[in-house]
């Protein structure tokens, strides 16, 4: 079993940058993948960001340029440095973690309005 917690959501301007965080706990191992998805209202989860436990990172291409994820594989934290944020980044952002299960954090609302 995983646990998965997240911080950093909130309400920011239109060009603003946030920060979100998400600790793992529990049974992670060493091979594995972290990530974030998102959820606008009326619309399905997809994906935003994700990278593996040997480095590789793939991102959406909407976020492009603009987010940025990373890991620190030693304290099991992933998280996701998102810039020039626009109104249709909207949505519930959702830790993702992968080994042979699939795990997801309660979510933290981002918010993207002037």
């Known amino acids: 079993q995983v646990e998965l917690v997240e911080s950093g959501g909130g309400l920011v301007q239109p060009g603003g940058s946030l920060r979100l965080s998400c600790a793992a706990s529990?049974?992670?191992?060493?091979?594995?993948?972290m990530g974030w998805y998102r959820q606008a209202p009326g619309k399905r989860r997809e994906l935003v960001a994700i990278?593996?436990?040997?480095?590789?990172?793939n991102y959406a291409e909407a976020v492009k340029g603009r987010f940025t994820i990373s890991r620190d594989n030693a304290k099991n934290m992933v998280y996701l440095q998102m810039n020039s944020l626009k109104p249709e980044d909207t949505a519930v952002y959702y830790c993702?973690?992968?080994?042979?299960?699939?795990?997801w954090g309660q979510g933290t609302q981002v918010t993207v309005s002037s």
């Open positions: 993702y973690f992968f080994n042979s299960r699939s795990f």
């Open positions: 529990g049974s992670i191992g060493s091979i594995n993948a």
């Open positions: 990278a593996s436990s040997g480095g590789t990172t």
